[in-house]
């Protein structure tokens, strides 16, 4: 089959390498749709540890597919089946995991991290995965792009089930990005009254009002004066950083209302993580400051269930489809921020 492996920072090489084989307890699936994330293009530009060109990866971790072998010991799944597949696993028997958060386990693990991923033609889906229900079968109308997206769709869910949103709430969303346009529809279907987004890329904005033309756009260097202005100086009840800023933390800070609620969603570089921030506006303004990191199954199973109930259009984010034999162009265009989301994709 046909493989994108990583070796070394910013080294990935397309290569023919032999299908998985799988264990009595495991599962092969063919993969159909994958997305390019953050997290991707983080990983390619940093390394992981232990990988090496003794040692390669295949990355991808939003992965959607049909079933094309099932181990003998699996009673769950059939051949055929159409699947998403939530990437992380823990270790079983941790507290967080006992509690269905595996996502947050000390010794978690995931497809396309530690484990091999869907920027190839098959993955195989180890035995714990399958144990712990990480496979979902699809409902034959609910389409492989929409069902690899909906694990960054999950993150934002686990973001909101932290940092709720009511009905009337004004939202600020700051990012524009997938993750931020997805933080705006999952907010006004949680009946928002306002949902403004900012991101310094007016090339991004317009792609938010593509998506939803009552988002209020904002660009950055605005942001501050127009965010005062709109809310009569109180701020936003909502706010969430979904890119990887600093300042965007400290100005979340400032523009939310009193009794208000923040989400820091989008993680920093490790050069820039020790933030100053106005801890007496969080004091006098009683805000609640929240951060949240990936998803649990459960959080996968929901989001899966808004998609396909109708209640989200998250295939309209994607904006750009390639073949894995173009994986490099697939990258250049994820990393351009000139579309929203770049996805793999195999007829």
Same mark, same amino acid.
């Given at each position: 089959m046909l493989a994108a492996q990583m070796?070394?920072?910013?080294?990935?090489?397309?290569?023919?390498?032999?299908?998985?084989?799988?264990?009595?307890?495991e599962l092969l699936v063919k993969v159909k749709s994958v997305g390019i994330c953050g997290t991707d293009l983080r990983i390619i530009g940093n390394g992981l540890p232990g990988m090496d060109e003794d040692h390669p990866r295949v990355l991808g971790h939003e992965i959607s597919g049909v079933v094309a072998a099932v181990g003998r010991r699996v009673d769950a799944y059939r051949e055929g089946q159409r699947v998403a597949i939530a990437p992380n696993m823990g270790c079983g028997v941790c507290r967080h995991c006992g509690r269905g958060d595996a996502h947050l386990c000390a010794n978690y693990r995931a497809l396309g991290v530690q484990l091999d991923g869907g920027f190839a033609e098959y993955v195989r889906v180890p035995a714990a995965a399958v144990r712990s229900g990480n496979v979902f079968v699809l409902p034959d109308h609910v389409g492989f792009d929409a069902a690899a997206i909906n694990e960054p769709l999950s993150c934002v869910y686990n973001g909101l089930q932290l940092c709720p949103v009511a009905v009337g709430d004004d939202v600020l969303i700051i990012g524009a990005g997938p993750i931020g346009i997805m933080y705006a529809m999952m907010a006004k279907l949680s009946g928002a009254a306002r949902v403004f987004v900012a991101n310094r890329s007016k090339g991004r904005l317009d792609w938010a009002k593509r998506i939803d033309g009552s988002f209020v756009t904002i660009e950055a260097e605005a942001l501050r004066e127009t965010i005062l202005d709109l809310t009569n100086g109180e701020g936003v009840d909502v706010a969430v950083t979904a890119n990887p800023s600093p300042e965007a933390q400290q100005l979340a800070v400032e523009l939310t209302?009193?009794?208000?609620?923040?989400?820091?969603?989008?993680?920093?570089?490790?050069? $820039?993580? +020790?933030?100053?921030?106005?801890?007496n506006?969080?004091?006098?303004?009683?805000?609640?400051?929240?951060?949240?990191?990936k998803a649990n199954?459960?959080?996968?199973?929901?989001?899966? $269930?808004? +998609?396909?109930?109708?209640?989200?259009?998250v295939g309209s984010l994607v904006t750009s489809r390639y073949p894995l034999s173009r994986f490099?162009?697939?990258?250049e265009n994820a990393s351009s921020g000139s579309g929203m989301k770049t996805v793999v994709a195999f007829e």
């Amino acid at each position: 089959m046909l493989a994108a492996q990583m070796t070394g920072i910013r080294k990935i090489e397309l290569r023919d390498v032999p299908v998985p084989d799988i264990g009595e307890d495991e599962l092969l699936v063919k993969v159909k749709s994958v997305g390019i994330c953050g997290t991707d293009l983080r990983i390619i530009g940093n390394g992981l540890p232990g990988m090496d060109e003794d040692h390669p990866r295949v990355l991808g971790h939003e992965i959607s597919g049909v079933v094309a072998a099932v181990g003998r010991r699996v009673d769950a799944y059939r051949e055929g089946q159409r699947v998403a597949i939530a990437p992380n696993m823990g270790c079983g028997v941790c507290r967080h995991c006992g509690r269905g958060d595996a996502h947050l386990c000390a010794n978690y693990r995931a497809l396309g991290v530690q484990l091999d991923g869907g920027f190839a033609e098959y993955v195989r889906v180890p035995a714990a995965a399958v144990r712990s229900g990480n496979v979902f079968v699809l409902p034959d109308h609910v389409g492989f792009d929409a069902a690899a997206i909906n694990e960054p769709l999950s993150c934002v869910y686990n973001g909101l089930q932290l940092c709720p949103v009511a009905v009337g709430d004004d939202v600020l969303i700051i990012g524009a990005g997938p993750i931020g346009i997805m933080y705006a529809m999952m907010a006004k279907l949680s009946g928002a009254a306002r949902v403004f987004v900012a991101n310094r890329s007016k090339g991004r904005l317009d792609w938010a009002k593509r998506i939803d033309g009552s988002f209020v756009t904002i660009e950055a260097e605005a942001l501050r004066e127009t965010i005062l202005d709109l809310t009569n100086g109180e701020g936003v009840d909502v706010a969430v950083t979904a890119n990887p800023s600093p300042e965007a933390q400290q100005l979340a800070v400032e523009l939310t209302a009193m009794n208000g609620r923040i989400n820091f969603f989008g993680g920093l570089p490790k050069d $820039r993580q +020790i933030v100053p921030i106005n801890t007496n506006a969080v004091h006098y303004k009683q805000i609640l400051l929240t951060g949240s990191t990936k998803a649990n199954n459960e959080h996968f199973r929901s989001t899966l $269930r808004m +998609i396909s109930a109708g209640l989200l259009d998250v295939g309209s984010l994607v904006t750009s489809r390639y073949p894995l034999s173009r994986f490099e162009e697939a990258l250049e265009n994820a990393s351009s921020g000139s579309g929203m989301k770049t996805v793999v994709a195999f007829e």
